[in-house]
Every structure is written in structure tokens, then in C-alpha cells.
């Protein structure tokens, strides 16, 4: 067993765990954070995905006690003051789901992705990153529709900044 301390969604979070639990476990199970969902054993789908020290990576990979003294961002920590992010504005204007299974994890890759890219992004792009963010029923074209609106947000804003 190991005490860790992980910052999840700005808030520290200290429990004791077994050494295999899986960072996606920590937070189901002990956090009750299940935004972060589990749709393989094979670590191909991308549901679990979350944003670790400010990158993405899939949640059932990572071992919880690898992530102590990390910052996780998680789906339910995307809307600030009742705002949904404009991520998963995009997603609602768009279309971007249908039974919603992938969409945390689809979500906060394209988080990820439009930082990275600083919203620099075309088609071709976002549906090679987002290979490893499976959905078995919109066929991506919404998903990929509003990752673009979103990236595109994301530009508009940053020039305002600029201005
Ligand atoms: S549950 Fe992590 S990749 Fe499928
Ligand atoms: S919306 Fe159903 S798996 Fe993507």
C-alpha cells in the first residue's frame, strides 16, 4: 500500500492505495470521478484519457503511484462556473456524439491537442491525432467538425489577447 497525493482538477486528493491501482481506478473508485471511463483492457480506446502535468495519455496505463505529486485534469473539471468549456460547447453545437461513450476521452485529447497546436489545426491533423480516441458510432466526422470549431475559437481568442 502507498499514500499519494494527486492534484485533480485543482484540488489535492491524498489516499492510500494498492501499489497496481491504475491512475483510471484512482479515479472511479476512489475519487468517484467516473467522467473517465473504461471501454477496453487493451489500452487502444482512449475512453480513459485524461491531461497528466499537461499532457494526454490514457488513464489505464499509468499507475496511480507513478502520478503522486501530479496534476490530472479530468472531464469534470472542463466546465468553470457552470460554463461548459469551449471544447465541449463544440461538441453540443456539432454533433460531436452520439451515445457519448468516447466523448470524455475524445474531449480531453482535443483539449490537448488545440493547446499544443495553439488551435493550429486542419483536418488531416486532428483525424491523425485522434487515432488513438476510439468511437464505434459517429463514423469521427462531427467529432472532427468540432474539434475544428474549438481550434478555431481557440485562435480567435488568442488574437483578441494579442490585440
Ligand atoms: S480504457 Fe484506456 S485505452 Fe481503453
Ligand atoms: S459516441 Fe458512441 S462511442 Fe463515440
Same mark, same amino acid.
Given at each position: 500500500m502507498s499514500r499519494i497525493t494527486i492534484i485533480v482538477n485543482g484540488t489535492p486528493e491524498t489516499r492510500e492505495i494498492e +501499489?497496481?491501482? #491504475?491512475l483510471v481506478h484512482f479515479l472511479?473508485? &476512489?475519487?468517484?470521478?467516473?467522467?473517465? &471511463?473504461?471501454?477496453? +483492457?487493451?489500452? /487502444?480506446? =482512449?475512453?480513459c484519457t485524461v491531461i497528466l502535468d499537461g499532457r494526454a495519455v490514457?488513464?489505464?496505463? !499509468?499507475l496511480a503511484v507513478s502520478a503522486d505529486g501530479s496534476a490530472v485534469a479530468t !472531464?469534470? =473539471? #472542463?466546465? /468553470?462556473n457552470g460554463r461548459l468549456h469551449d471544447v465541449q460547447q463544440a461538441f453540443h453545437e456539432y454533433h460531436?456524439? /452520439?451515445? *457519448?461513450?468516447?466523448t470524455p476521452g475524445m474531449i480531453m485529447a482535443a483539449v490537448d491537442m488545440i493547446r499544443r497546436h495553439d488551435g493550429m489545426l486542419d483536418e488531416h491533423t486532428v483525424r491523425h491525432e485522434l487515432e488513438g480516441n476510439l468511437c464505434?458510432?459517429? *463514423?469521427?466526422h462531427n467529432i472532427v467538425k468540432a474539434v475544428l470549431a474549438a481550434a478555431d475559437k481557440h485562435r480567435a481568442a488568442h488574437a483578441v489577447a494579442a490585440e
Open positions: +501499489d497496481r491501482t #491504475l472511479r473508485d &476512489h475519487l468517484g470521478l467516473t467522467g473517465t &471511463h473504461i471501454g477496453c +483492457d487493451t489500452t /487502444q480506446c =482512449g475512453a490514457k488513464s489505464c496505463t !499509468v !472531464v469534470e =473539471g #472542463l466546465a /468553470q460531436g456524439l /452520439q451515445c *457519448g461513450f468516447c464505434r458510432c459517429t *463514423g469521427y
